[in-house]
């Protein structure tokens, strides 16, 4: 019997590239710029410096991802209620979408709902950011709402909001924690 050379491996799909080591620094008044700058090009209605030094001074959970010599890659701004989170702003730099950092920031949320004894997190979506809906879908949450006309839109329009959930409970944050292997900096 002839020796058969080995079938060729299987080409692999294409990945986006590795994503870099990122620490997890609180948002400050120093961080805002470089910030704002991200802010203006990820949202046709982007936040502005008072909203944020608004979200600041009120003491809002406010974290960034930075490189290691310091360039700001991504945020999230999440208010404390009584029982619950509420998530208010989270955005990645395009170039550095799609790379798992978005995902990181949710971990870390649940990660500061659980630890504050509350049982679920909100947020609210427009229904026209697909890509959004996605990720927050694979994180685990459902859509429990609508708010109508919340978001300004075009010229004399507005847009709705999708209200969506995570129950704390039952999310997969605990799982996925593991296999993605997101350790927290
Ligand atoms: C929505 C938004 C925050 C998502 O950010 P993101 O960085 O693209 O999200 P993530 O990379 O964490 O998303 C997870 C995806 O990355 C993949 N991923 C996770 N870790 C990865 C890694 N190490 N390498 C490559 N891919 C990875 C996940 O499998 C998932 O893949 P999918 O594309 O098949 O879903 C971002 O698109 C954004 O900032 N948009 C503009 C602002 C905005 O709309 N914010 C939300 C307002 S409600």
Redesign the pocket.
Known sequence: MSARPAPAPAPQPA?????MPLVLRPITLDTLDALLAIEAR??SHPWSRGNFIDALAAGYLAQGLQTPSGELV?YMIAMAGVDEWH?L??????E???????????HELTRHARATGCDCVW????PS?V??R???A?HGYVQVGLRRGYYPAGVGQREDALVLRLDIGTSRHERSEHE???GLV
């Open positions: 990945r986006a590239p590795r994503a990820c949202y991504a998530l702003n989270i955005t990645v730099a395009p550095h979408q799609g790379r798992g950092h978005a995902v990181r920031l949710l947020l609210e979506v427009r950011n890509r959004a996605e990720v927050y694979r993605d292997g997101h």
